[in-house]
């Protein structure tokens, strides 16, 4: 057992390396700069914004310049003596125009620009929850490598103790003091450690590779919780306060919202295909052509033209009814993916809320119940030496002893993530509830610091 004796005492060394470690903030702004879903979910925010002055452009005077030249030849053929004469007259023609053209009325534009008001609320209410969603996960990230990290060195605890046991009961068997099959179970049990241990370094490496997905950097130390956690209930007591707020303020039913009235505006859109538009047009046209072998002067003509115009669709086959019945289908739609995420919203307030309350109860209770297990086993061990208790008692009261700490820590990192979630199913998830949470992290860099990197036996 030499050889665990050494792990156990460079995991205590990285413990107590004076390296700063990073706290969930750091890690947050980190994830700020790096994430990639984050960077996404802006690019499409810029870009569904850019449909608002698209939209505006067609309600706003079109101008059009159009030039052209061409050098012509003509062969005409006359009887003699007539005028002009027949032969082959080669000349150049000039023309170019200036339009200008005023929508007046076009209720296709009118709604596409309601539309368009509402695709970018959409947007931007959908980059909100993304900026919520990535506060969430990386609180998740972090605490998943804090909590891989407690299993990881409860596993090697929880070896080096059984070890012992191991230890001393080959030294008592050596005595004539307990059989053989004792030494067996210890074996068994070390063995089983050895195997937990080996899936907790596997789950810390994956929790690490989680959390680089998210910021690009990896980590040797992050600030633990501390000792003492503010077991905080909700600042409103009452759940159905909650999913109102929800309700009102999570961006995804906002942006579901959106969506509808994009929906419905689709659907005046294509229903204003059937009404008749006006415009107020406006024409400058110049027109020149040089001297001919015909005796003709040159001549240059310019037209100055303003009007009105207005079209009236008559019949397109169906196709402007059957756009008006798919916008309309769209809408139902609309409609009921709007449903949806309001009724997973509600489920997903209430369930944050619950757990808040079950997560402070179940601290307490593990808390307790790790001093009960701590006081089994200095009992069971006590009863070992004096020989009313087998060393499979023993193993198994440190069994339930590990059992206690994993959960336990379970348990805190189970509160401070339903807060998170709590506050982001209502919409309200903002920077400084990390800094609360930040602020229930460990005091001290250097001498808390979980090593997130651990030392291999």
């Given at each position: 057992m030499k050889n665990y004796v050494l792990a156990a005492g460079l995991v205590g060394a990285v413990l107590a390396l004076p390296a700063g470690a990073e706290d969930l903030l750091a890690v947050y702004q980190q994830a700020v700069q790096n994430d990639a879903q984050l960077a996404a979910a802006q690019a499409a925010r810029?870009?569904?914004?850019?449909?608002?002055?698209?939209?505006?452009?067609?309600?706003?005077?079109?101008?059009?310049?159009?030039?052209?030249?061409?050098?012509?030849?003509?062969?005409?053929?006359?009887?003699?003596?007539?005028?002009?004469?027949?032969?082959?007259?080669?000349?150049?023609?000039?023309?170019?125009?200036?339009?200008?053209?005023?929508?007046?009325?076009?209720?296709?534009?009118?709604?596409?620009?309601?539309?368009?008001?509402?695709?970018?609320?959409?947007?931007?209410?959908?980059?909100?929850?993304?900026?919520?969603e990535l506060m969430l996960r990386t609180a998740d990230r972090y605490f998943g490598v804090l909590s891989a990290n407690d299993s990881l060195q409860f596993a090697q605890a929880e070896k080096a103790a059984i070890g012992r046991q191991l230890?001393?009961?080959?030294?008592?068997?050596?005595?004539?003091?307990?059989?053989?099959?004792?030494?067996?179970?210890?074996?068994?049990?070390?063995?089983?450690?050895?195997?937990?241990?080996?899936?907790?370094?596997?789950?810390?490496?994956?929790?690490?590779?989680?959390?680089?997905?998210?910021?690009?950097?990896?980590?040797?130390?992050?600030?633990?919780?501390?000792?003492?956690?503010?077991?905080?209930?909700?600042?409103?007591?009452?759940?159905?306060?909650w999913v109102k707020q929800a309700l009102e303020m999570n961006p995804l039913v906002a942006a579901a919202g959106e969506a509808m009235t994009a929906a419905r505006k689709e659907i005046e859109r294509q229903r204003a295909k059937h009404y008749p538009t006006l415009d107020a047009k406006a024409t400058y046209l110049d027109t020149s052509a040089n001297a001919s072998r015909f005796g003709s002067d040159p001549n240059e003509n310019e037209d100055t033209i303003y009007g009105l115009q207005m079209n009236l669709p008559i019949f397109e086959g169906g196709r402007t009814s059957s756009l008006v019945r798919q916008a309309q289908q769209q809408y139902r739609e609309a409609q009921q993916r709007l449903e949806?995420?309001?009724?997973?919203t509600s489920r997903g307030t209430r369930d944050a809320f619950l757990g808040v309350e079950a997560a402070i109860s179940r601290v307490k209770a593990l808390?307790?119940?790790?001093?009960?297990?701590?006081?089994?086993?200095?009992?069971?061990?006590?009863?070992?030496?004096?020989?009313?208790?087998?060393?499979?008692d023993v193993l198994d009261a440190?069994?339930?002893l590990y059992r206690a700490k994993r959960n336990l820590a379970t348990a805190r990192y189970d509160y401070v993530l339903n807060v998170l979630r709590l506050e982001q199913a209502s919409g309200q998830l903002a920077q400084d509830d990390l800094a609360r949470v930040n602020g229930w992290l460990g005091a001290s860099a250097a001498a808390s610091a979980a090593p997130v990197v651990p030392a291999t036996p």
């Open positions: 810029d870009a569904a914004r850019e449909l608002k002055p698209q939209a505006l452009s067609f309600v706003l005077p079109n101008i059009q310049a159009t030039a052209n030249t061409a050098y012509q030849t003509l062969r005409t053929d006359a009887p003699a003596g007539a005028f002009p004469p027949g032969g082959r007259a080669e000349f150049n023609l000039h023309y170019w125009q200036v339009e200008a053209v005023q929508p007046l009325f076009n209720w296709q534009l009118i709604a596409g620009l309601g539309q368009a008001d509402a695709l970018v609320r959409q947007a931007d209410n959908q980059y909100g929850f993304a900026e919520q230890d001393q009961a080959k030294q008592r068997f050596e005595v004539g003091l307990i059989a053989i099959t004792d030494i067996h179970e210890a074996q068994a049990r070390y063995d089983l450690t050895v195997a937990q241990e080996i899936e907790a370094r596997n789950q810390l490496t994956n929790a690490l590779e989680a959390l680089r997905e998210v910021t690009g950097t990896g980590y040797e130390l992050l600030t633990p919780l501390a000792d003492t956690l503010p077991l905080e209930p909700p600042a409103i007591a009452d759940v159905e306060t949806q995420q309001r009724r997973s808390s307790q119940a790790l001093v009960s297990n701590q006081s089994a086993l200095e009992a069971t061990e006590l009863g070992y030496r004096v020989g009313t208790r087998t060393s499979v440190e069994r339930e």
